[in-house]
Nanobody, 123 residues
Framework: QVHLVESGGGLVQAGGSLRLSCAASGRTFSNYGMGWFRQAPGKEREFVAGISWNGGRTYYADSGKGRFTISRDNAKNTLYLQMNSLKPEDTAVYYC????????????????WGQGTQVTVSS
């Protein structure tokens, strides 16, 4: 099992930026594909971005393409999500998650989850 702790959420005005971090511990971080998901009030959790074990492959939901960048530092056991040009509709709790195939694809089965960090974008 991978233990995941997100940080970096907060309140930001529309058009602003935030960088989320996800610190991993437990099993070998570099063996796992990683993803960011979000859940807004009254909505289902949705995939935001994913990254393969070595960072060589990334995936983005249409909602974040061109604005969000996922990255990872395996030496620091940390996953990141840089979010630019934020919109009020990006308001949600953001979760990082790990999956064991190593690909970080949207359709992968993510087995380990963090507790989430709140992102609120004001208009």
């Amino acid at each position: 099992q991978v233990h995941l702790v997100e940080s970096g959420g907060g309140l930001v005005q529309a058009g602003g930026s935030l960088r989320l971090s996800c610190a991993a511990s437990g099993r070998t971080f570099s063996n796992y594909g990683m993803g960011w998901f979000r859940q807004a009030p009254g909505k289902e959790r949705e995939f935001v971005a994913g990254i393969s074990w070595n960072g060589g492959r990334t995936y983005y939901a249409d909602s974040g393409k061109g604005r969000f960048t996922i990255s990872r530092d395996n030496a620091k056991n940390t996953l990141y999500l840089q979010m630019n040009s934020l919109k009020p509709e990006d308001t949600a709790v953001y979760y990082c998650a790990a999956e064991s195939t190593g690909w970080g694809a949207p359709q992968s089965v993510y087995s380990d989850w963090g507790q989430g960090t709140q992102v609120t974008v004001s208009s």
